[in-house]
């Protein structure tokens, strides 16, 4: 693609493990797969304290209520593409269709221009 510069050797290798990675953990029991799965997350997650009020949609919405059009558009394009371009969870793939299609009415065809825009 023009503009768009090849990944690096290491996020070759990121998205190589990272698919290996949910290939095992399908090969898994299910609850084998929770155990493991948790007790990761534990290891990974320690030392990493977050605020209790945290609350990502909440923190969202004050982010684009503030952001600029080209800030926006910025994001939502990077987000779209880590969520349909590589590995990611199949349920919040889902979800995400599911919300875009909802606010776009369901269609490919363009949205309506307003407000002069």
Do not use: K, N
Not at 6 to 34: F, K, N, Q
Not at 75 to 104: C, H, K, M, N, W
Request: net charge negative; aromatic share 6%.
């Amino acid at each position: 693609m023009i503009g768009r510069s090849c990944p690096s050797a290491e996020t070759v290798e990121r998205i190589a493990a990272a698919e290996r990675l949910g290939a095992a953990i399908a090969d898994c029991h299910p609850s084998d797969a929770t155990t493991i799965m948790t007790a990761a997350l534990e290891d990974l997650s320690a030392g990493f304290p977050l605020p209790a009020f945290l609350d990502a949609t909440e923190d969202a919405e004050l982010w684009a209520a503030a952001a600029s059009p080209a800030e926006v558009e910025a994001y939502l394009t990077a987000a779209l593409d880590r969520a349909f371009r590589g590995p990611f969870p199949r349920a919040a793939r889902d979800r995400i269709r599911a919300q875009v299609s909802e606010r776009i009415g369901g269609s490919c065809r363009p949205l309506p221009r307003r407000y002069g825009m």
